[in-house]
């Protein structure tokens, strides 16, 4: 199992595969592996201390980032995300970027942005909609139809404590008015919008 793959020129720690949605364009269903990972279904999940020896083995120097992402969504281990993404910090020296569905106040049961912004620099939200409806024909979120403003909501709260926020849909899944709508919701919410062409949600680049 990979817990640490290289993609282009970044670094993306793989957590764990647990995830809430089963999107449709999800690059689950079509391979087992991204980038220079032989497989990313894990079978056992890496504790905080494996993925920063993990990510000392291998040569960071030309990555001031690292990025957690996976084959699952980060914030259903919120402890030991939270725990890595210091440690990422404290002994790499590095800055930290989580790629996250948005559902992370769902999956805890509680607000989480507060603890994320102590140990993100930057976060990248998959938006995937234009609507609650359309959400969830996209993700089949296992939270239902409340999945989509909990996105929002989550957004927002992002906005104001974490500098760099960005948003994304993935280009095709959804109609050309329904892109656009949803580029000025990441307007209205003052974060950066992004359409990925590749047709795979993870990772972001
Ligand atoms: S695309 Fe992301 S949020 Fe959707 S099913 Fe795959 S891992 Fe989960």
Same mark, same amino acid.
């Given at each position: ?19 809430? &949605?089963? &999107? ?18 894990? /079978?056992?999940? !890496? ?11 291998? *040569?960071?120097? $030309?990555? *001031? #980032? ?12 919120? %402890? %030991? ?11 790499? +020296? ?14 805890? $049961?509680? /607000?989480?942005? !507060? ?7 930057? =976060? ?12 969830? %024909? ?5 939270? +239902? =139809? ?6 929002? *909501? ?14 994304? =849909? ?8 329904? #892109?656009?709508? &949803? ?11 992004? =359409?990925?062409?590749? +047709? ?6």
């Amino acid at each position: 199992m990979t817990i640490v793959y290289r993609y282009g020129k970044t670094y993306y720690v793989n957590l764990t595969n647990r995830c809430p &949605c089963r &999107c449709v364009f999800c690059v689950r269903n079509r391979t087992d592996a991204l980038g220079d990972a032989e497989c990313l279904w894990l /079978d056992k999940e !890496p504790t905080p201390e494996e993925v920063i020896a993990e990510l000392e083995t291998k *040569d960071l120097s $030309g990555s *001031d #980032e690292i990025v957690f992402c996976g084959y699952g969504e980060p914030t259903e281990r919120l %402890d %030991d995300l939270i725990a890595s993404m210091r440690m990422v910090r404290s002994r790499l +020296g590095k800055r930290v970027r989580l790629d996250t569905n948005g559902l992370g106040n769902l999956i805890n $049961g509680r /607000d989480i942005v !507060p603890e994320l912004a102590e140990c993100v620099d930057r =976060i990248s939200i998959s938006l995937n909609a234009s609507n609650a409806a359309e959400y969830l %024909d996209i993700t089949r979120s296992k939270f +239902g =139809i409340e999945s989509y403003q909990a996105v929002l *909501d989550f957004i927002a709260e992002c906005r104001k404590s974490i500098q760099g926020v960005t948003v994304s =849909i993935v280009g095709g899944y959804i109609p050309e008015e329904s #892109e656009r709508k &949803c580029a000025e919701i990441a307007e209205k919410y003052g974060v950066a919008f992004r =359409i990925r062409r590749c +047709g795979i949600s993870l990772p972001m680049d």
